[in-house]
């Protein structure tokens, strides 16, 4: 069944490279593998997959102890300071990072262990009540502020979209995020670099490759849908 949910998402993501004249090596599938069990993790890796999406640190950690060391885990969900610690070595990337504080530490903890953590910056694309991530405007500030932290590397943007029906809803939140960062790129920041976008999920991510994610996060697509109640 995972096989070919995958195989399935591997098509469409080519297909949408295709249509939009994007080289397919463009573009990064995470996997999403949150409440997941590790064998339903394995057996994606065993399929190929190398990176995986996780929302919760302690989700994190379990399945870091248990998995191959050559997967690359990717922080996608909201990020409590007090828990930066716990990841900070374990993670490639944090999506997620929405205030100046948790920048400053986790550049903090990154310091401390003689690494650069690569960042995005979640930006609430829809200004949705029910999500994390700062506006369009706070975001350029964000970015400038935190700038300055050596031991992280800020390399987008992220964000959710809206839960829609037709994905053509999206597409124009999709372009937004996309000008966003052509529009601090042009500011020539340093130690900015607006190189990924991580955009796109189960319901609209053919979309989100054609209007420039880098990323996409696929979770449901891959894996079924999830049981939160069975915990
Ligand atoms: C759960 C989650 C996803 C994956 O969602 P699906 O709709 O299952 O593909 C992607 N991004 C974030 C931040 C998530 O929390």
């Given at each position: 069944m995972l096989k070919e949910n995958l195989s399935k998402v591997e098509q469409n993501i080519l297909a949408a490279?295709?249509?939009?004249?994007?080289p397919r090596s463009e573009v990064t599938l995470i996997a999403v593998s949150k409440t997941k069990p590790a064998e339903m993790l394995q057996e994606a890796y065993d399929a190929g997959v190398r990176d995986f999406g996780e929302n919760?640190?302690?989700?994190?950690?379990?399945?870091?102890?248990?998995?191959?060391?050559?997967?690359?885990?990717?922080?996608?969900?909201h990020l409590q300071r007090n828990k930066v610690k716990y990841i900070i070595d374990k993670v490639c990337m944090i999506h997620s990072v929405d205030s100046y504080?948790?920048?400053?530490?986790i550049n903090i903890q990154a310091k401390k262990h003689r690494i650069v953590m690569p960042v995005l910056i979640e930006v609430n694309i829809a200004d949705e009540q029910t999500k994390?991530?700062?506006?369009?405007e706070d975001a350029i500030q964000l970015i400038e502020e935190a700038a300055h932290l050596d031991n992280i590397s800020i390399q987008g943007l992220m964000t959710v979209a809206p839960?829609?029906?037709?994905?053509?809803?999206?597409?124009?939140?999709?372009?937004?995020?996309?000008?966003?960062?052509?529009?601090?790129q042009a500011k020539n920041i340093d130690n900015v670099a607006m190189r990924v976008?991580?955009?796109?999920?189960?319901?609209?991510?053919?979309?989100?490759?054609e209007e420039g994610a880098d990323m996409v996060r696929v979770g449901t697509g891959i894996f079924g849908e999830r049981n939160y109640s069975r915990k």
């Open positions: 490279c295709e249509k939009s004249t994007r919760k640190v302690q989700e994190i950690c379990d399945k870091y102890e248990v998995l191959p060391s050559d997967i690359r885990w990717h922080m996608i969900g504080r948790l920048a400053e530490e994390f991530g700062v506006s369009k839960y829609v029906t037709d994905a053509e809803e999206n597409r124009k939140y999709f372009q937004e995020i996309k000008q966003l960062a052509v529009d601090i976008l991580s955009m796109g999920m189960t319901g609209d991510y053919a979309v989100a490759i």
